[in-house]
């Protein structure tokens, strides 16, 4: 069988062709005596045939594509079940993670399973969703999502961030499947630090202690009804000693509430210096204050109570506003009657201050002698400070550079500590400290991005290593797109180090487990179900040729049509030489 010439080429020889015939009746009508010429009509149908002859040789020999139906591409995940039957048009595809399914077509991934189906004009997902590989490919076209029962156990959970050695840590997440069980957080020794009966819900949070520094592999342990375990799932807590911040107290004079939070500080502590006016130039402090540049460098949280603030200069008050931008942390507090330049002052710094004076209540709702001056209208970058149990913003800061300014309106807050309270004063006042001092130099590098894949590490210095669990090395290269960052792509689970600026910090792994895995991936998966289509899939014209025999048939009467005008054009020229056989 011969095989077909290639479209242009047989394009190129068919056009060759009717210019050649052209041609030829050209020169036949030129070289013809004026009564052997063919009439004008004859010559224009003679002329016009040609080229639709060609044409319609052309489509019989490559006849048009037929478009694809356009069907349900159907994407058979991890736990897809089986299909009865598809649709006409449809097709079923089976991700690598799929089951075995009849008449599924295995594809590597779905970029290609959609470049092997043109027609497709929308998706339909079966199972528990699309993973990271897949889900570019699905973003912005239509798509339909089943998803299949997600399997008992944990499918979610919030690990605890780092915290200090005896702090407090918590621990959430949920539990689906298991209806009327119960979770208990075991320490490092296998002792039970904390339980809880599931919900209807499945939400849990659990609190632990942090007793010692360093890492510590805490158990979370999820039971059924009849006490079975069911799942076991590692909870790491990092108990990591931070330096204490450098703050620096400058008050307007001398008072209990400012007693009992340096004796707080003491307690915690802190490295506190104090500088109390007693009028008359004297100061009953530690040492008088200089807010020079380099005694705020060296400052990482600014105490300024009404009084102080008002005898500030303008350049002074210049210098702490730089410093705050700069870094350092800016404490606002009222201690009494807050003068109207000071409020206006203040509020300028968008931390404005209302007029009435309302108790502090606890969390249990009761009042306590401690009061507190209301706050005006915040704009709304402002963070609340702490809230009442009615949800009042306490206090309120706002950022400021790379540095934050808080107002703390709460008077006689010592009185907490003399009611039975002081774990409360301590908290607020912990609360507050930490909240608006400069962060650290030791600060540990932020972990971003999921356990189970690349993550970036930032607030590194250059150079930066990593140790797994093994003791194998990875050297970090820095981002260029993002200062301070480097990505990683952990190889196993536990305890890995990353070493910056000649220290070392731990940072768990902690992949998640099969339920935990699958909830995640229907979550992200229903997240793109929901997402309008801004894009429809390209369907390109590369379906299978149709049939042949109409373009045929139509060739073959407009040659015979030719052949019959050339015979009669032969016919009338035999005539005028004398007669013809025929």
């Known amino acids: 069988m011969t095989a077909t010439p290639p479209p242009l080429l047989l394009a190129g020889l068919l056009a060759l062709a009717v210019v050649l015939a052209w041609v030829r009746l050209a020169l036949w009508q030129a070289r013809a005596a004026a009564a052997e010429r063919a009439p004008a009509w004859r010559l224009v149908l003679l002329v016009a045939l040609q080229p639709l002859a060609a044409a319609l040789l052309y489509l019989t020999l490559q006849p048009p594509r037929l478009p694809g139906s356009a069907g349900t591409l159907v994407i058979a995940t991890a736990d897809a079940p089986r299909l009865d039957a598809l649709a006409a048009g449809d097709a079923l595809v089976a991700l690598p993670e799929a089951p075995a399914l009849p008449g599924a077509e295995r594809v590597p991934d779905l970029g290609t399973a959609l470049r092997r189906h043109p027609g497709t004009a929308r998706l339909r997902i ?17 798509l339909e999502f089943v998803p299949a029962p997600l399997p008992p156990g944990l499918h979610a959970l919030a690990l605890p961030p780092a915290t200090a050695p005896g702090a407090a840590f918590r621990v959430g997440g949920n539990v689906g499947g298991v209806p009327g069980g119960s979770v208990a957080l075991h320490d490092p020794a296998g002792a039970v630090v904390a339980t809880a009966v599931l919900p209807a819900s499945g939400d849990f949070d659990l609190a632990g ?3 010692v520094a360093g890492p510590a592999d805490f158990t979370l342990r999820i039971s059924d009804t009849a006490k079975r375990l069911v799942e076991a799932t590692t909870i790491p807590v990092v108990a990591a000693v931070a330096p204490p911040p450098r703050v620096l107290v400058v008050a307007g004079a001398a008072g209990p509430d400012l007693k009992y939070l340096r004796r707080w500080a003491s307690d915690a502590g802190l490295n506190l210096t104090a500088s109390i006016a007693a009028g008359a130039g004297l100061d009953i402090g530690d040492a008088p204050a200089r ?11 600014l105490v300024l109570d009404e009084r102080s603030w008002g005898t500030l200069s303008g350049g002074q008050r210049g210098s702490v506003l730089a410093a705050v931008r700069g870094g350092m942390g800016l404490v606002l507090r009222v201690t009494g009657p807050v003068p109207d330049a000071t409020r206006r002052q203040w509020a300028a710094l968008g931390l404005p201050l209302g007029q009435a004076v309302v108790p502090v209540r606890l969390a249990g709702g009761e009042a306590t002698p401690a009061a507190a001056l209301q706050l005006g209208a915040l704009p709304p970058d402002t963070i609340a400070l702490g809230r009442d149990p009615a ?20 008077t006689d807050l010592y009185t907490l500590a003399l009611s ?6 301590a908290a607020l006042w912990s609360q507050l400290f930490a909240t608006l001092a400069r962060p650290g130099a030791g600060s540990p590098p932020r972990v971003i991005g999921p356990p189970g894949g690349r993550i ?10 990593v140790t797994d669990p093994a003791g194998a090395t990875t050297t970090l290269l820095a981002d260029p797109a993002a200062p301070g960052c480097a990505a990683y792509w952990p190889s196993a689970a536990g305890w890995h180090s990353v ?11 902690v992949p998640p487990n099969a339920a935990r895995a699958a909830a995640e991936t229907r979550a992200a998966t ?27 048939a139509a060739w073959l009467l407009v040659s015979a049509l030719l052949w019959w005008l050339e015979r009669r054009r032969a016919l009338g020229s035999a005539a005028a030489d004398g007669p013809a056989d025929i």
């Open 456 to 465: 970036a590490l930032c607030d590194l210095g250059f150079p930066a290593t």
């Open 499 to 509: 070493t910056s600026a000649g220290k070392a910090w731990p940072f768990p792994i």
């Open 526 to 552: 229903l997240q793109l179900a929901s997402r309008p289509p801004s894009r429809r899939i390209a369907v390109p014209d590369d379906g299978a040729r149709g049939p042949s025999w109409p373009w045929f």
């Open 291 to 301: 807010l020079d540049a380099g005694t705020l460098a060296r400052t990482d949280l």
């Open 391 to 410: 949800g009042a913003p306490m206090g309120a800061w706002r950022g400021s550079g790379r540095g934050r300014i808080g107002l703390w309106p709460v």
């Open 126 to 142: 079966i199972g528990q969703g699309l993973r990271p590989r897949d889900r570019d490919a699905a973003a912005g076209l239509p």
């Open 209 to 211: 202690i942090a007793r």
């Open 420 to 425: 039975g309270a002081a774990d409360r004063h």
